[in-house]
């Protein structure tokens, strides 16, 4: 809904629209008659779309057709394009339509990157461009998961990046909502596509949405919630393909003093890294991970055990697409003798609960542990938060596990929005 501000032009509204929801030409008209039709409530709509439905695998896959580890510069020349053919195809079914509309790359209408290749990060936006094709009545369409740098270099924001746009366009144009438009109707309390029984949750707070996202609930990037949450700009998780309301995030939603569980996340894409016989003295450490820092590589979990003989014994949790920057890293550790070898396991994932006051409330550890151990499941790492527990087991038993945990904290428990709930798909 737009809010008309006294005396002003109606506040924008962003919707983000996922490459599931543009997958086939169809599916781009069944979006460009999904915004005729909402025409009136959002005169002033900008669009951020992802590229059609697996295009940006299928450019991964063909990189590394010609290149053992492809990344970099080209890569994000490459990855940047499936985005641009989103967009332009949505401009094009939307003037069909009868509806005026102007499609854009990110490097076209100011969206202003810095930081590595392959995981940049949003400096700024410009917003000159396209508040003056609103001004006209345009629909703009906005290229998701890209930016320029200051140098003209197209650099991506890192998988699911276009969240991340959809967010920073609305904090940039003051928009009354950024709107995650996607294939499920909202955000669950377990991913809808393992889980059955999971639950639409019809509004939950910025913090309950980073730690779900952050912690492997694809359907939201977490930074876009921590764009949001700085901005104040509510976020509704929503279908593309239907207008009920799904899952709305924004402050004064919060449950500071309650203990249920939320959700429950999963993570298949991390790797274990432990590190044998590193030298037990001041300063190891700090260099160790200062290397890691220096590669923009980020570390999750960090458990070190006291070995014998001055030796320790040190663990940490990494997301497996960052292997490949770590490995020479892992090399130099060994040569230098920071480690007498390290070891990776990629066949790890991680489950997560995540709840206000989790950490302070007795038995949700030994509730989480007791489920997992009912099915026969090892845990081999353990974190927890004040808003989450974390556990890492094998991959293979990931599924079962979810399964596991949300039967014993949310189906066990009576649904207080139950009449909300729909079906998990459209
Ligand atoms: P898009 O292409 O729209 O960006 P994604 O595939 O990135 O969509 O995210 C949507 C998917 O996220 C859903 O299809 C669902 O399987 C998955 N998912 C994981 N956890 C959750 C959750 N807690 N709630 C809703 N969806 C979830
Ligand atoms: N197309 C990009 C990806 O697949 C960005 C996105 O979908 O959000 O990661
Ligand atoms: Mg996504």
């Known amino acids: ?12 509204v962003v919707q983000k629209y996922g490459g599931t929801s543009v997958g086939t030409p169809e599916k781009i008209c069944a979006v460009a008659e999904r915004i005729v039709a909402g025409r009136a409530e959002t005169p002033r709509l900008v669009v951020a779309v992802s590229a059609m439905g697996k295009t940006t695998d299928e450019l991964v896959a063909m990189a ?8 970099g510069r080209e890569m994000d020349l490459l990855l940047a394009s499936g985005e641009q053919i989103a967009v332009s195809m949505l401009g094009l079914a939307l003037q069909d339509r009868g509806v005026p509309a102007i499609s854009f790359t990110a490097a076209q209408c100011g969206i202003r990157t810095s930081g590595p290749f392959n995981r940049a990060r949003i400096r700024s936006i410009d917003t000159r461009r396209i508040e003056s094709e609103l001004d006209k009545g345009k629909v703009v369409i906005v290229t998701g998961f890209q930016g320029i740098t200051d140098d003209d270099e197209i650099t991506t924001l890192g998988r699911g990046g276009s969240d991340i746009t959809g967010a920073a366009l609305a904090a940039a144009l003051r928009a009354s909502v950024c709107e995650i438009c996607t294939d499920v109707d909202g955000v669950y309390s377990a991913d809808p596509g393992v889980v059955p029984s999971a639950r639409l949750l019809p509004q939950i707070s910025f913090e309950e949405a980073i730690e779900l996202a952050a912690s492997g609930a694809k359907v939201l990037h977490p930074r876009a919630a921590e764009i949001c949450l700085k901005y104040q700009i509510p976020i509704h998780v929503r279908s593309s393909f239907h207008t009920r309301p799904g899952t709305w995030i924004r402050g004064g939603t919060t449950t500071m003093e309650e203990a249920a569980v939320v959700g429950v996340s999963t993570d298949r ?68 003798g920071f480690a007498r070898e390290v070891l990776v396991d ?3 994932a991680k489950i997560s609960i995540i709840g206000s006051r989790m950490a302070a409330t007795p038995g949700m550890a030994a509730r989480m542990f007791t489920a997992l151990a009912n099915e026969g499941i090892n845990i081999d790492c353990i974190s927890s938060t004040e808003m989450k527990i974390g556990c ?7 599924d079962r596990a979810l ?6 904290f949310v189906d066990t428990v009576e649904d207080p929005h139950a009449a909300a709930s729909g079906g998990a798909r459209a």
């Open 1 to 12: 809904m737009t809010e008309m501000a006294p005396g002003g032009p109606a506040q924008v």
């Open 269 to 336: 894409n991390i790797a274990k890294v432990t590190l044998l016989d590193v030298p037990d003295r001041p300063g190891v450490a700090a260099t160790l991970f200062q290397s890691l820092a220096a590669a923009e590589i980020t570390v999750r979990l960090i458990i070190q055990g006291a070995s014998s003989h001055d030796r320790a014994r040190i663990t940490f949790v990494m997301d497996e697409e960052f292997l490949d920057s770590a490995k020479p890293i892992f090399e130099r550790w060994t040569s230098e």
């Open 64 to 71: 590394h057709r010609v290149s053992a580890h492809p990344a």
């Open 392 to 398: 890492v087991i094998a991959a293979r038993h990931l």
């Open 346 to 348: 990629r066949d790890m």
């Open 403 to 408: 399964r596991a945990v949300h039967r014993e």
